[in-house]
Nanobody, 120 residues
């Protein structure tokens, strides 16, 4: 079983920066993708940024140019540098990992989330 723990959320003013961290523990294969998703009350979770184990990244249009996703040196370590934050970035941010598990079944695991609040 893979477990993920996020940290680094908090409250910041418009234009400020925050850095989120995530550590995944358990058995992680060599090929995987990690994701930062975010969700506000009453809305579906949206993918803010993704990265594969070989460093390929994708960003939602709403965060491109302001957010940077990166992997740490240890397998399963993930970061999200968020700059020029806007009130609409306020959400619970979730760290996720996706990989092919036993029986070639796609698995996804998520953390409990960390709150980011951007005040006007």
């Amino acid at each position: 079983q893979v477990q993920l723990v996020e940290s680094g959320g908090g409250e910041v003013q418009t234009g400020g920066s925050l850095r989120l961290s995530c550590v995944a523990s358990g058995t992680i294969p060599s090929t995987y993708a990690m994701v930062w998703g975010r969700q506000t009350p009453g809305k579906e979770r949206e993918m803010a940024a993704t990265i594969t184990n070989n460093g390929t990244t994708t960003y939602a249009a709403s965060v491109k140019g302001r957010f940077t996703i990166s992997l740490g040196d240890a397998r399963g370590t993930l970061y999200l540098q968020m700059n020029k934050l806007k009130p609409e970035d306020s959400a619970v941010y979730y760290c996720g990992i996706i990989f092919l598990g036993r029986g070639w079944i796609m698995e996804d695991h998520w953390g409990q989330g960390t709150q980011v609040t951007v005040s006007p």
